[in-house]
């Protein structure tokens, strides 16, 4: 079972920055199963959307329209940790910020909740104007 938490999150003003972390519980599990994770958010009132992705080796990223530039995915596989650096953040960030994660060894990334079998329970990102 992998069991997926996320940290980092909080209350800043906007323009300011904030660098979630996603850590994966069990040894090495994010490599040894070579698994996709991206990063989704969900805000009151509206669906989980798909935010940034990064493939199992690191080598392939993309990222929504909306955070394009502003944000950066990332992973150190060794540390079974994906981080999401937020910079200049914006009125319409704030949401649960959710990690997930998939078996895919390829370097594809898919931007569909239903793809994603793995999550954690979300860390909440605050922006005030």
């Known amino acids: 079972q992998v069991l997926l938490e996320e940290s980092g999150g909080g209350l800043v003003q906007a323009g300011d920055s904030l660098r979630l972390s996603c850590a994966a519980s069990?040894?090495?599990?994010?490599?040894?199963?070579?698994?996709?994770v991206a990063w989704f958010r969900q805000a009151p009132g509206k669906v989980r959307e798909f935010v940034a992705g990064?493939?199992?080796?690191?080598?392939?990223?993309y990222y929504a329209d909306s955070v394009k530039g502003r944000f950066t995915i990332s992973r150190v596989n060794a540390k079974n940790i994906v981080y999401l650096q937020m910079n200049s953040l914006r009125p319409e960030d704030p949401a649960v910020y959710f990690c997930?994660?998939?078996?895919?060894?390829?370097?594809?990334?898919?931007?569909?909740?239903?793809?994603?079998?793995?999550w954690g329970q979300g860390t909440q990102v605050t922006v005030s104007s």
């Open positions: 990064i493939s199992w080796d690191g080598e392939s990223t």
């Open positions: 069990g040894r090495t599990i994010f490599s040894s199963y070579a698994m996709a």
């Open positions: 997930a994660a998939r078996i895919q060894p390829t370097f594809a990334i898919v931007t569909s909740t239903i793809d994603y079998p793995y």
